[in-house]
């Protein structure tokens, strides 16, 4: 093998977290085929700096192993979206293909060979859009095969990806109006996967930036026939949950799965036994919805309102829907004072 593997880092001030992800991949023979690119954001406050600067000397005292190390030194604050994006931009200028994780993961032995067997086996199959490492603490159903297809499941916590093959709406927020307003869509949607139906419907009038990209890319998969290709056991272990990233503050850390005591493939060699007729198992595609929805929809109020709302939105439109729901946030948050 001589090609090589762009594989993305942001980061900000974790430092722990990033130096066990990457001491995880170095356990791997396969980073000497890998492009390390690193976007390092500047800090936003002081309670950052010291994680920052902790980074900024770990990496500079070098990183051995992988092919070529690329760091991008932010001048000034990003912030996460922009800092991700602005590394996509520059990396797909220069390569077809794309590995991302999250700051705070740890890897298989397994991962790299596993994302880079994907990207040959699927480079000219226009239907798989990615390569997921991570596999959620699913009831998959054992059907003889150690890899699975699924149109419900993309994680950021560790992925490749093609630069001619993206499925992330460029604009989420007017995709999901999109489908919303046509009913043989929604109605796919759900028939396919309850937990994906309701998130579509729960990020109606939400702004840009609050839209998951994983949400609008599974919306996007299961209305354009698309799918990622997942290991039935895990090749990644998420260290996240402890409050010091941005997306798991403020929320109830016992509803969900212990992810960073989560089980991975402990080897260096994945064994990638799949079907090659795409074919999605349908007891695993509700796999997601039996683990999920409990912990995301565990009101049934909740759910008939989202239902109602789907409703309103078909017969009103998208301005006097949203001129309803203005109303109806104001009147909550009166009564609940």
Known sequence: MTECYPFLIPTLCRYEHFKELIESLQQSDYIKFIDLFIAL?????????????????????????????????????????????????????????????EDDNIFSPAFLKFIIDGFIKYK??????????????????????????????????GYGIWKNKMCIPSNKRQYIENVLKDKKKTRKIRCCSKFIYYNLVSSFGKEEDEIGGDTAACIAMIVEDKVCVLPRISLVRNMGWDGSGVNCVNINLEKFPNYSQLPIYEEDCYPFTISDDLSMNEDNMKAIDDLYLPIYFPSKIRILALDFLTIVYRILGYKKSMILRKIVVNLKRRFLK
């Open 124 to 157: 000219d199959e226009p239907r798989v859009i990615g390569i997921c490492g991570f596999s959620h603490p699913a009831n998959w159903k054992n059907d003889g095969f150690d890899c699975l297809y699924s149109s419900t499941n993309i994680s950021a916590w």
């Open 41 to 101: 954001d500047y800090p936003k406050n002081e309670t950052h700096i010291d994680g920052y600067n902790k980074i900024k000397e770990y990496i500079e005292k070098g990183l051995e192993g992988f092919h070529k190390v690329k760091v991008f030194y932010r001048k000034t604050n990003y912030g996460p979206c922009k800092n991700y994006l602005d590394a996509v931009d520059y990396i797909f200028e220069r390569y077809d293909n794309l590995i991302l994780s």
